[in-house]
């Protein structure tokens, strides 16, 4: 696979006087898993403290990020996910590769999540000395969930993985989520056909820059087959998002661990046809993105934390549930309170 290249902003002098965090960061880098749980417990902590030297630590870690190849995985229920994200992750171990399993689940505060219940299904792969699985916050916000899968995800990086497979383990907008993280976009789908491909989320199905046909064996290797031929005939059909690259269809057996040298060598082609270039572009973009949505998560906690708008919020929200006032004008009104209140602040 073409290597990618480190984190090319680090150049300013950002000096983080707190020798624990920088402790922690040296361990980090020196393969220490222990400091690599702690690295990963904090920027998880919702505390406004931890917070702040969460990002301390990252802007420490920054210099070693950008160096792995990131793969977001996801796939219809029942495909073998857990299955394949273990075989494919002994198989780039087996290349040479350190691995790091994470997920988007913003369903695991109802839940209790899958990904627990997959670090045991991976048994072999959470043995592996050159692996690292993490099982994902829970949460209710999508925004948060997703924020601290990101920030993992260079954490793991600073820490030497130079493969992140990235699980979607909820369902819905976790897909878009996963794929503004990642470098590659792999859908995983079981022998079918084209029927179960219009099936599928079209938007689900557009994300994609790799497509697999998982459980290729025994009496479902000739359906893998024909849904191969048909997964193409139907994606030519869709307008890819990358320029010059059209979404290749492949089937592989998570169970008997065959087709993921085809599947490697395709990610390369990929990244190939990117170009340091078109990679960098990619990055940068998502990086930008995850600025907004980082203001965006804040203003959205501030607000709700905000004891004007906590005073008037169930009677805001009764009048709108009751018919009685427009969700547009409660908006305003709550809006207006918060807004209110940050002035009076300044001013004081």
């Not at 290249?5 to 402790?23: G, K, R």
């Not at 990101?150 to 989520?177: K, N, P, W, Y």
């Not at 995983?188 to 029927?195: F, Q, S, T």
Request: aromatic residues 4%; charged residues 25%; hydrophobic residues 40%.
């Amino acid at each position: 696979m073409m290597s990618t290249q480190s984190n090319p902003e680090t150049n300013q002098d950002h000096t983080i006087d707190d020798p624990q965090l920088v402790t922690l960061a040296e361990q980090l880098r020196g393969g220490s898993r222990r400091a690599l749980g702690r690295a990963i417990t904090l920027v998880e902590s919702t505390r406004p403290d931890d917070r702040a030297r969460a990002e301390n630590l990252l802007q420490l870690l920054l210099p070693e990020t950008g160096n792995s190849v990131r793969i977001g995985i996801s796939g219809v229920p029942g495909v073998g996910k857990s299955t394949f994200i273990e075989a494919f992750g002994l198989h780039l171990i087996e290349s040479g590769h350190r691995v790091a399993v994470l997920a988007v689940d913003p369903s695991s505060r109802r839940t209790g999540g899958s990904i627990l219940g997959d670090k045991t299904r991976m048994e072999l792969l959470s043995r592996a000395p050159e692996a690292f699985i993490r099982p994902s916050p829970t949460g209710r916000s999508l925004g948060g969930v997703a924020r601290r899968t990101r920030e993992a995800m260079l954490i793991c990086e600073a820490a030497g993985f130079d493969h992140i497979l990235v699980e979607t383990v909820g369902v819905g907008q976790s897909e878009t989520a996963v794929a503004e993280m990642v470098d590659l976009f792999l859908l995983l789908l079981v022998p079918g056909g084209g029927d179960e491909l219009q099936g599928l989320k079209k938007g689900i199905v557009e994300l994609a820059d790799l497509v697999v046909v998982n459980k290729a064996d025994g009496n479902l290797k000739d359906a893998a087959r024909r849904a191969v031929a048909e997964y193409k005939s139907a994606l030519r059909m869709l307008r890819p998002l990358t320029e010059d690259w059209q979404v290749p269809v492949l089937s592989c057996s998570a169970l008997e661990k065959t087709g993921f040298e085809a599947v490697q060598h395709r990610i390369g082609d990929y990244l190939g046809t990117l170009g340091e270039a078109g990679l960098s572009a990619k990055r940068k973009a998502q990086a930008r993105d995850w600025m907004w949505n980082e203001i965006d998560e804040e203003l959205r906690l501030a607000f709700r934390r905000d004891p004007q708008v906590a005073s008037l919020l169930e009677q805001v929200e009764a009048d709108v549930t009751q018919g009685r006032l427009p969700p547009g004008r409660a908006a305003q009104e709550l809006l207006n309170a918060f807004l209110g209140a940050q002035r009076q602040e300044d001013k004081e």
